[in-house]
């Protein structure tokens, strides 16, 4: 399985109302980002691969830059856990690769879960992508197979 970790590109500043929190909409600099991590990651993912996103209006906009089918999920929201999220894509078992558009600082705990066994603080950059593998019982350890940032991905072909 492939689980690919995309964190939001840049929103408004944080509203302290949880339902105003919600409604935060990318600003252009964020706009920007999801497009340019959304246009790249298009090219490298598998034509059928499963793409969830939080209700968060910032998730929401972040993953309609990537132009590809998404369903949005409860169980990414920012009240979630990172156990939620790993139930929620399937971890380690699916069969098609899924693409998670959520949280810091819960992408950064469901990666830190996959790797030691616990929920770590491990922070993931606006509009970054961490993408975990994980070959099957052949070879069970996971591996990161990349990590990057909106002001790379124009680099890499």
Do not use: Y
């Not at 950064?108 to 993408?131: C, N, T």
């Amino acid at each position: 399985m492939e689980l690919i970790l995309w964190r939001h590109a840049e929103a408004e500043a944080h509203k302290p109302d949880e339902a105003a929190d919600q409604l935060r909409v990318l600003t252009p600099k964020g706009s920007r980002h999801a497009s340019r991590v959304g246009a790249w990651l298009d090219r490298q993912l598998p034509s059928q691969c499963r793409i969830l996103t939080s209700p968060a209006t910032r998730c929401v906009q972040t993953a309609e830059a990537l132009g590809r089918k998404f369903h949005t999920v409860d169980a990414l929201n920012t009240d979630s856990t990172p156990q939620a999220i790993l139930e929620a894509s399937g971890w380690p078992d699916a069969r098609q690769a899924v693409v998670i558009v959520g949280h810091n600082p819960l992408l950064g705990q469901v990666a830190s879960l996959i790797f030691s066994g616990a929920p770590h603080e491990w922070k993931i950059r606006k509009a970054s992508v961490f993408w975990i593998a994980h070959k099957g019982e052949a070879d069970p350890a996971p591996f990161v197979r990349l990590a990057v940032g909106p002001d790379l991905v124009g680099k890499l072909r």
